[in-house]
C-alpha cells in the first residue's frame, strides 16, 4: 500500500486538524524515536509495505511538546501520514480515541454523517444580528437552527433564532417559529406566543416588539406579550421601534403583502404603505429587509435591488442612488451621521458608511454577500451575511470571524483515497481529513474535474486543461488542446486511464461565427477531435472503458462512443440531459431537465425508467452514485432541499441546512462531497474539522 505524504504548510491553517490514521502494525514492536529509520532488520508484513516514500525520518518525529499528555502514541498510534511540526500541533482535543478507518487517509468521528466543511460554522445566513459586546455577538438565521453566539474565540448553537435584539448583554430575545426566546450566552428561556415570528425590536427591557407571519404583532409591556391587529394577514418580517408610539413593520409575502410591504403604529392604530406610495406610482412588488432610524424624521429601509428609502417625517424619499445603485440588504447606525449599509451587489463594495453628507466604502469585498448589519457603537459594528459569513469593525479594523473560503465552486471530484479536488471560477481547492487549501498561483475557470487517484486529476479550463500528473497537489501549467480555439470552455472531462482522457465543451462564438460543441480525446501526449457528426450536449461527458464512452445529446439522446465512432441512443424521453452517471456494473443513469423523466440504461444497453422518477417535481443539475440504490443528485430547480439522495426506491431530501449546491461527487468508500456557491463544501464520511 503506497501512503500519500503532504506537506502541512499547504493546508488551510485556520481550519482544524486531521489526526493521524492509526498505522500499520510492524511484526515485532517497532516503536518510533528520532533514530527509528525503517530498515531491512525491520519485518515488513504484507499489509504493511514500505516503499521508498514512506521513510520515518527525523522530520516525522514526535517530540514531548508535540504529544499532549492525553494523546499518547503506541504502535497503533504511528503518525507515519501526518508530519506534526510547530505549526501542527496536536491540541488535547484532537485526541485519537474512537476513529473507524473509512478511507485510507481519514477516519469518521463516530458515525458518518453530513457537516459543513467550508465556509464554518454554518451554511446559512445570518439575516439578523445583536452585538452586545466584542466577544458578545448573536447571529440569527432565517433557518432557525443556524442562529450562534460568538464569544470571542468560537461559536456556539443558541438552539434556533430567526431575529435577534437585545435591551442589554444579560437580556437576549430571539424570534422563532414558536415564539421567542430569552436569555443570554446561550441559556434561553422559550415563551410560545401562538405562531412564528420573524423578528423583533424594542428600546427597553419592557418595550419590546416581535411579529411573524400572519401579520402577528406582539408587545412586551414589562409583565405580558399584548396581542396587536396589524390589520394585515402577511409574514411580517422587519420591525424597527422608534419610540412606543413610532413602529415600522415590513412585510415579506403572501396576503396584502404583495401590494402593503410596509405599516406603521402610531400607538393606536395602523397605517398602511402600499408600494405605490412608497416608489411614487411604481408597480413592482419588493419587501423590504431591513428598517433603522436616528429619530422619527430620518428612518431608512432597505429593498432588494432597489434604492435606499428614507422617511422625513413626512415622505418617502429615495436616496444615495449614485453611492448605492443596488440598494441594500442590511442598515444600522448610532446617529444620523454614522449610518451603515450592507448589501449583496455593488460595484463600490459591500459595506457603505454614510455620514449624513456622503457615503465611504470602507471594504469593498466581492466575496462578503453580506445582509445584516448592527451598529453597538463607534468601535463595535457587527455584520453576517451568506453561508455564515460574520465579520466586526473596531473602529480602524475589519476583521472576517467566520473563517474559509467564500467563493464559488462548481465542480468537485474525490479521489479512491479520500482526497477532495474542487473547482471554481476563482480557484483550484483541496481539501483533505477537514482541511481546506488552494492552489497557489493558479487561476480559476468553469471547467469539470475528472480523476484516477491523488496524482492524476485533470481540470478542464477554457482552452484546454490543467493537470496534476505525479505530484500530489501541484497544478500544472495550461495545456492548450492544440486545436480549436483559445476560447474552448470544457464543460466536461473524463478519464478511463492515465492515457485516455475525454473532454466535451464548446467554442463561443467569435466575430460572427457560430459557437460548436464538440468532443476530444487525449492519448498521453496529444488531443484529438472525435466530435459526433450528429447534434449533441455539452454538459458531460462518463464512460467505462476507453471503448465505452457517452455524451449527453439533444432532446432525449445519450451519444455512446466505442472507440472508433459515435452511436446515438434514445432514451425514451426528450429532454435534456442534464448529467450522466456511471455506476458499477455498467449501468448508466441520465439524470433529465424534468427529474421524473430520468433514465437507467442497462448493461445491455436498454434504457428504461426504473422506477427513476422522483415524487415531486424537480430539475436535477449534478448526480454521483455508488451503487444503484445511493445516488445523489443537486437540485437546479423545484422545491425542496437542494441535495437529494435515491435508495434504489424513491428520491428523498438530504436534510442539511444547505442553501445552493452545484455538484456532488464520491468515492466507493462512501466518502461523499458536495459543492457551491459562497465557497460552501458539504462532506459525509471523512473527519469533521
Not at 612 to 624: H, K, V, Y
Request: charged residues 15%.
Amino acid at each position: 500500500m503506497k501512503i500519500l505524504r503532504y506537506p502541512v504548510s499547504l493546508l488551510l491553517g485556520t481550519l482544524a486538524a486531521c489526526s493521524s490514521t492509526p498505522a500499520p502494525v510492524d511484526a515485532g514492536t517497532d516503536v518510533v524515536t528520532p533514530t527509528d529509520v525503517v530498515t531491512a532488520t525491520d519485518v515488513v508484513t504484507a499489509t504493511d509495505v514500505v516503499t521508498a516514500t514512506d521513510v520515518v525520518t527525523p522530520t516525522d518525529v514526535v517530540t514531548p511538546t508535540d504529544v499532549p499528555a492525553t494523546d499518547v502514541v503506541t504502535p497503533t498510534d504511528v503518525p507515519a501520514i501526518d508530519v506534526v511540526t510547530p505549526t501542527d500541533v496536536v491540541a488535547p482535543t484532537d485526541v485519537v480515541t474512537t476513529d473507524v478507518p473509512v478511507v485510507p487517509r481519514c477516519g469518521t468521528m463516530g458515525s458518518p454523517s453530513w457537516a459543513i466543511e467550508n465556509p464554518l460554522p454554518v451554511d446559512q445566513p445570518f439575516t439578523s444580528i445583536f452585538a452586545a459586546g466584542a466577544n458578545d455577538i448573536y447571529l440569527a438565521s432565517s433557518t432557525a437552527a443556524a442562529a450562534r453566539r460568538w464569544n470571542g474565540t468560537t461559536f456556539a448553537p443558541v438552539g434556533g433564532g430567526t431575529g435577534v435584539w437585545g435591551a442589554s448583554a444579560s437580556d437576549v430575545i430571539f424570534t422563532d417559529p414558536m415564539g421567542v426566546r430569552r436569555g443570554a450566552g446561550t441559556t434561553f428561556t422559550a415563551t410560545a406566543l401562538g405562531g412564528a415570528f420573524r423578528a423583533v425590536h424594542g428600546r427597553a427591557a419592557n418595550d419590546v416588539f416581535a411579529v411573524g407571519l400572519g401579520g402577528a404583532v406582539r408587545h412586551w409591556n414589562g409583565t405580558t406579550w399584548e396581542t396587536l391587529t396589524s390589520g394585515v394577514t402577511a409574514e411580517l418580517s422587519v420591525v424597527f421601534e422608534v419610540a412606543p408610539n413610532d413602529v415600522w413593520v415590513g412585510s415579506r409575502s403572501g396576503g396584502e403583502g404583495a401590494s402593503i410591504p410596509l405599516l406603521h403604529y402610531n400607538g393606536t392604530a395602523w397605517q398602511q404603505f402600499t408600494t405605490s406610495m412608497i416608489f411614487s406610482g411604481a408597480s413592482f412588488v419588493t419587501p423590504p429587509t431591513a428598517v433603522w432610524g436616528s429619530g422619527p424624521n430620518d428612518v431608512y429601509f432597505c429593498f432588494p435591488e432597489r434604492p435606499v428609502t428614507r422617511w422625513n417625517g413626512s415622505a418617502f424619499e429615495q436616496i444615495l442612488m449614485a453611492d448605492l445603485p443596488g440598494g441594500c440588504s442590511g442598515v444600522s447606525g448610532t446617529s444620523a451621521t454614522d449610518v451603515w449599509f450592507v448589501g449583496r451587489t455593488t460595484s463600490n463594495g459591500y459595506v457603505h458608511r454614510y455620514n449624513g453628507t456622503a457615503v465611504t466604502h470602507p471594504w469593498p469585498a466581492s466575496s462578503r454577500h453580506l445582509q445584516s448589519v448592527h451598529a453597538a457603537s463607534s468601535t463595535l459594528v457587527a455584520f453576517g451575511g451568506q453561508g455564515g459569513s460574520f465579520a466586526t469593525w473596531d473602529g480602524a479594523t475589519f476583521t472576517e470571524r467566520s473563517g474559509g473560503y467564500r467563493e464559488e465552486i462548481h465542480r468537485v471530484w474525490v479521489a479512491p483515497t479520500g482526497e477532495v479536488f474542487a473547482h471554481g471560477p476563482d480557484a483550484i481547492y483541496f481539501g483533505e481529513c477537514g482541511r481546506w487549501s488552494k492552489a497557489m498561483g493558479v487561476p480559476g475557470d468553469r471547467g469539470d474535474i475528472a480523476g484516477l487517484d491523488a496524482t492524476h486529476v485533470w481540470f478542464g479550463a477554457t482552452g484546454g486543461v490543467r493537470r496534476i500528473n505525479g505530484t500530489p497537489l501541484t497544478v500544472g501549467p495550461l495545456e492548450p488542446y492544440g486545436l480549436g480555439a483559445s476560447t474552448d470552455t470544457t464543460y466536461g472531462i473524463w478519464a478511463a486511464n492515465p492515457t485516455t482522457v475525454f473532454s466535451a465543451g464548446t467554442t463561443r462564438s467569435v466575430e460572427g461565427m457560430p459557437s460548436r460543441d464538440w468532443v476530444r480525446a487525449w492519448n498521453g501526449s496529444s488531443w484529438r477531435d472525435i466530435t459526433p457528426t450528429v447534434p449533441f450536449g455539452n454538459r458531460r461527458v462518463t464512460g467505462f472503458s476507453a471503448t465505452e464512452v457517452f455524451v449527453s445529446g439533444q432532446s432525449g439522446a445519450v451519444l455512446r462512443f466505442n472507440g472508433t465512432s459515435w452511436t446515438p441512443e434514445s432514451i425514451g424521453v426528450t429532454d435534456f440531459v442534464q448529467d450522466l452517471i456511471a455506476l458499477p456494473g455498467n449501468v448508466l443513469v441520465a439524470l433529465t431537465g424534468n427529474a421524473r423523466n430520468s433514465r437507467r440504461r442497462s448493461p445491455a444497453g436498454v434504457w428504461s425508467s426504473a422506477g427513476w422518477g422522483p415524487g415531486a417535481s424537480l430539475s436535477f443539475q449534478r448526480g454521483w452514485g455508488n451503487a444503484e440504490n445511493d445516488v445523489y443528485a443537486t437540485r437546479y430547480s423545484g422545491s425542496g432541499t437542494y441535495l437529494w439522495r435515491w435508495n434504489g426506491t424513491a428520491w428523498s431530501e438530504v436534510s442539511i441546512l444547505s442553501d445552493y449546491l452545484d455538484d456532488v461527487a464520491g468515492n466507493a468508500a462512501g466518502d461523499i462531497t458536495a459543492v457551491g456557491n459562497v465557497g460552501r463544501v458539504w462532506r459525509y464520511g471523512r473527519r469533521a474539522p
